[in-house]
């Protein structure tokens, strides 16, 4: 018996390593291709035969050149845009979905059969009208009109609604009879106990955030408001396709995101798998 145990402890590793590998790979691959000369790859193509001499790191060089360094401007736009997006998506998810699982109110079930009728709409047909709205707003071609079409997900109102089923409902009755306001008790006393949901919202949203393209396209036009996928995406160009330029862009980034992984994966983890707080 002890050594069946053994045996299966053996094999959930050996599993669990071949599955890192599996995940890993491709980035380390990613980041071993961007540091080869593009002549190398035009002449053998994406593969693993790796020459330690001919690396360098003249493909990043040249990306931070490009066009005048516009590559750290479009880094800062999608740092911002993403930041405002997933702190403003945050705040109003959390808030429809804790009103939609803690109070009683008239059309409560409408509301939410909506917000599960919003996440079988595919985003491609909601960019026409999006689009038409925002040329109306008169925001086209500015931050607000990329994050604000966006800013409340179905996703997430419903994420939060059913992590806030589980939370105890005593807290709130004992600050209502300690006299705290509706407002009070979201923000001091539910908002640290839905920390886990936070952390995995956050890195849902903010990952995208980042790799949004289709919409920053459609509603961004200058040069200067670009972001990281679409400034990226301009090095393929019919004239000639800089590969190994955008190989090193894509490199950094994905940086970001590894990082805010990392950082947050534990309350990430348990955000995903707990589902009630027990107290």
């Given at each position: ?54 690396m360098?790191l ?49 059309g ?13 709409i ?12 925002v ?145």
């Amino acid at each position: 018996m002890k050594r069946n145990n053994i045996i299966l402890e053996y094999f959930k590793y050996i599993s669990l390593f071949l599955i890192f590998l599996f995940c890993v790979m491709p980035f380390v691959f990613l980041t071993l291709s961007s540091l080869r000369p593009g002549a190398q790859m035009v002449q053998n193509g994406l593969t693993l035969d790796f020459n330690i001499k001919t690396m360098s790191l003249h493909n990043f060089k040249a990306l931070f050149n490009y066009n005048n360094g516009m590559f750290f401007l479009w880094f800062k736009n999608s740092v911002v845009l993403t930041a405002l997006q997933t702190a403003l998506s945050l705040l109003f998810c959390a808030m429809v979905g804790y009103g939609l699982s803690v109070y009683e109110f008239k059309g409560r079930n409408i509301i939410f059969l909506v917000v599960l009728a919003v996440m079988m709409i595919p985003t491609e047909v909601l960019i026409l009208p999006l689009f038409k709205l925002v040329v109306k707003m008169k925001i086209i071609n500015t931050k607000a009109g990329v994050i604000l079409p966006f800013v409340v997900s179905p996703f997430a109102v419903f994420y939060f609604r059913q992590y806030c089923l589980g939370l105890p409902k005593d807290l709130i009755d004992s600050a209502r009879i300690d006299g705290c306001n509706e407002i009070r008790i979201f923000f001091n006393i539910m908002c640290p106990v839905m920390l886990p949901a936070f952390a995995a919202i956050m890195i849902l949203q903010a990952m995208g955030s980042w790799n949004s393209f289709v919409w920053p396209l459609i509603a961004l036009r200058s040069n200067e408001n670009m972001t990281l996928p679409i400034g990226l995406n301009a090095l393929l160009t019919p004239y000639g396709n800089n590969y190994d330029v955008l190989l090193a862009g894509a490199v950094l980034s994905v940086i970001p995101i590894i990082i805010l992984f990392l950082i947050n994966q534990r309350a990430f983890i348990t955000g995903l798998t707990v589902g009630s707080i027990k107290g």
